[in-house]
């Protein structure tokens, strides 16, 4: 293959590399837009069916009111109720978390319940008795109604969550394809630029001139008249932060053998002795992912752990950031407080929780520091879930 040919495919490379990566972008950015309207959309409808929620309750409640039309009121009673199952079904129809659907069939579970009771207290209307249909309207139906509710609840936050994880997973799949393809152009341009061939040796000592020989008296004198100048001195560039990866091996090993995380004090303080973090905080998600609960802390005073409350899933910092993300998020040190980084732990089913860490000596801007607590995050992963009940915090040092 001739020269020429040789640099029209890296060029021809080049091009189609930067095509790419494009239409990626392109196709994301759509796909993106499509994802946070339809999630738009079901939040719109789990909130209008909360509302219809509470006008099916208080519409049952006038069957009893003095001066009411109960004839009236039956028929609202009926169409407000298909308006909900009609916007439960639109619910189910675009979920896309399954825990969202069993939230909704639950609903729809005890909407058919709240009608079979309606029926009864029609019943005890029309007869008259007006004091069995109201123990059954401000009792049961109010039960039931709230219980519908919760469940449509749950299945919006359940929906949150997993579009989020979506769109986070999304997000990294993207900047490595992009990265892959900076790569290959970087690389294709730089094989498209000429380099001159170097000169023979014997070349070259044709055309250079042969230097005199310069003795050590000689020099002095140079040196004397100011002629000649030492080199000056280069700055020794200072070393790199570096990580133990033998300690951040052995460290991951014994997470690995701890049976709950009641163990996991003394394996948090060696965490904090490689990371160089003068804090560490280890937070959980609940069941319903609306927020985080601080379950191991180490490198605080008591008195500041057990003060520690929850973070609410859609808070403004750095933790909770992390959580909804499922990235690795990091803060830099001022003249007032200290760096901070923020670890997801994500799972196969997720993002469940977040390791957070006080950084010493810059330690939040040097990759591989972030790197072991990348490693170190994933380890705790495997361990940690959204605890069934909540536990109190428990300071390691």
Not at 108 to 115: C, D, G, I, P
Not at 365 to 394: D, F, Y
Request: hydrophobic letters at 50%; proline letters at 5%; charged letters at 20%.
């Amino acid at each position: 293959m001739s020269r020429l040919a040789v640099r029209l495919t890296l060029l021809i490379a080049c091009l189609a590399a930067m095509a790419g990566a494009a239409f990626l972008l392109l196709t994301s950015s759509q796909s993106e837009r499509k994802a946070a309207s339809a999630l738009r959309e079901f939040q719109v409808t789990a909130r209008a069916a909360a509302v219809s929620m509470a006008d099916l309750r208080s519409a049952q409640q006038s069957y009893v009111a003095v001066g009411q039309g109960e004839d009236f009121w039956f028929a609202r009673v009926t169409a407000i109720k298909k308006e909900i199952d009609d916007k439960i079904a639109a619910l189910r129809a675009s979920a896309t978390a399954p825990e969202a659907v069993v939230h909704l069939e639950a609903a729809a579970t005890v909407l058919q319940e709240f009608m079979e009771m309606d029926l009864r207290a029609r019943e005890h209307t029309r007869g008259q008795q007006l004091t069995l249909a109201s123990d059954m309207v401000f009792a049961e139906g109010f039960d039931l109604t709230k219980k519908a509710g919760a469940a449509i609840e749950r299945a919006l936050t359940a929906e949150e969550v997993s579009r989020d994880a979506a769109a986070a997973a999304g997000q990294r799949q993207l900047a490595m394809a992009l990265g892959v393809a900076a790569g290959v152009a970087l690389l294709t341009l730089l094989l498209l630029v000429p380099v001159k061939r170097r000169a023979r040796e014997a070349d070259v000592a044709l055309i250079e001139p042969v230097a005199p020989a310069v003795t050590k008296e000689t020099l002095l004198d140079l040196k004397d008249f100011g002629l000649v100048t030492p080199p000056p001195q280069v700055p020794v560039a200072e070393p790199g932060p570096k990580v133990d990866l033998g300690r951040v091996a052995s460290l991951c090993a014994e997470l690995a053998r701890v049976p709950d995380t009641r163990s996991l004090s003394a394996l948090l303080e060696r965490a904090a002795g490689v990371l160089d973090a003068s804090g560490i905080v280890l937070w959980i998600a609940d069941p319903d992912g609306r927020e985080l609960t601080p379950i191991l802390v180490h490198g605080y005073p008591p008195q500041i752990a057990t003060r520690m409350g929850n973070i609410k899933r859609d808070a403004v910092n750095l933790t909770a950031s992390a959580y909804r993300t499922g990235l690795l998020q990091t803060v830099k040190a001022d003249a007032i407080s200290s760096g901070a980084i923020a670890v997801p732990l994500v799972g196969g089913g997720g993002c469940v929780g977040v390791m957070a860490a006080e950084m010493k000596n810059g330690g939040e801007q040097q990759e591989p520091l972030l790197s072991a607590a990348s490693i170190i995050a994933a380890q705790l992963a495997t361990l940690v879930g959204p605890p069934a009940v909540r536990h109190k915090t428990e300071a390691a040092g």
